[in-house]
């Protein structure tokens, strides 16, 4: 059945209000495949995608000719951290990723430099580093969380419909069953959150959750009839997604999209239903 037939006998007001909302809801699809193609366009950027090959490629060639007797491959050892900095390379030419990118590339430099001699660096000077980081990428995400955070009706975030939980050094439980939910930021730093929203519904087509793990846990359970689009990063840790996506009974019914952003740094993000 098009349009035409469904709008048969409606008022010519009711038809340009369902018209208007198909464009508004058409709108919103568009906007929301366009940014999910520009993620990924970045996170499969050429050179991201050819220095694990490459690294694995080296070191076989290593191995390869010690056996030989050509070269010795305990030589090669004290450069062990080159694969930090050829991973935080890569990382830094995706535009998703580009603080890890830094991070690991400093990481791996400092670590060169102490196996060559050139500077002693222990682990009590790595640690730091590690919080400055995780607290630095906390601070970001939460500026990016409430720029993309659609605006609420009246103007103010409502917290029955939006998520603003931070777990520091402790844990956080909650059930969401709000019927107009729009997103939010989750945070969990030393610590752990736990959301269950299978009985929540989104107030438009779209909603994004800023999820963000820093030596701590996040766990998202979803409803099926939502279709999950995670586009998260795991720097020593776990960003994942093992949700099953179930249409909608109503095939007028337009379909709801969660994107998950964020970043795991020695923790763990886990998105199921």
């Known amino acids: 059945m098009d349009n035409d037939e469904k709008n048969w006998g409606k008022p010519p007001a009711w038809r340009d209000e369902d018209d208007t909302r198909r464009r508004v809801r ?6 929301l495949e366009a940014r999910i ?6 996170q499969g950027s050429p050179l991201g995608s050819l220095v694990p090959g490459a690294i694995i490629l080296a ?3 290593i191995f390869l000719l010690d056996s030989l007797g050509y070269v010795r491959a305990r030589q090669f050892l004290q450069f062990w951290p080159m694969i930090l900095i050829f ?8 535009r998703d990723a580009r603080i890890w990118g830094v991070v690991l590339l400093l990481f791996g430099l400092f670590l060169q430099l102490s196996e060559l001699g050139i500077g002693h660096f222990t682990w009590n000077q790595f640690w730091p580093l ?3 980081a995780g607290g630095a990428m906390a601070m970001w995400s939460a500026i990016q969380a409430r720029k993309a955070m659609p605006p609420a009706p009246q103007g103010t975030l409502d917290p029955r419909n939006t998520l603003d ?22 945070q969990a730093i030393f610590g752990g959150i736990e959301l269950d929203l299978r009985d929540a519904e989104m107030s438009e087509t779209e909603a994004v959750i800023h999820a963000n793990a820093i030596f701590g846990g996040i766990e998202l359970r979803v409803p099926e009839t939502w279709y ?3 586009r998260g990063q795991g720097v020593f840790g776990g960003f994942s997604d093992s949700t099953r996506f179930s249409p909608p009974a109503d ?6 999209t969660l994107l998950v952003l964020g970043t795991a740094l020695f923790g763990g993000v886990e998105i199921r239903n």
């Open 59 to 61: 070191v076989g060639v």
């Open 251 to 256: 095939p007028d019914k337009p379909k709801k």
């Open 130 to 132: 590690l919080l400055i």
């Open 228 to 230: 999950v689009a995670a």
């Open 26 to 31: 058409n709108d919103i699809h568009d906007r």
């Open 37 to 42: 193609r520009r993620r990924s366009c970045a």
């Open 87 to 94: 991973i935080g390379v890569s990382k830094i030419a995706r």
């Open 165 to 186: 939980e931070n777990a520091i050094f402790g844990g956080v439980e909650k059930r969401l069953n709000s019927r107009e939910f729009r997103g939010g930021r989750l």
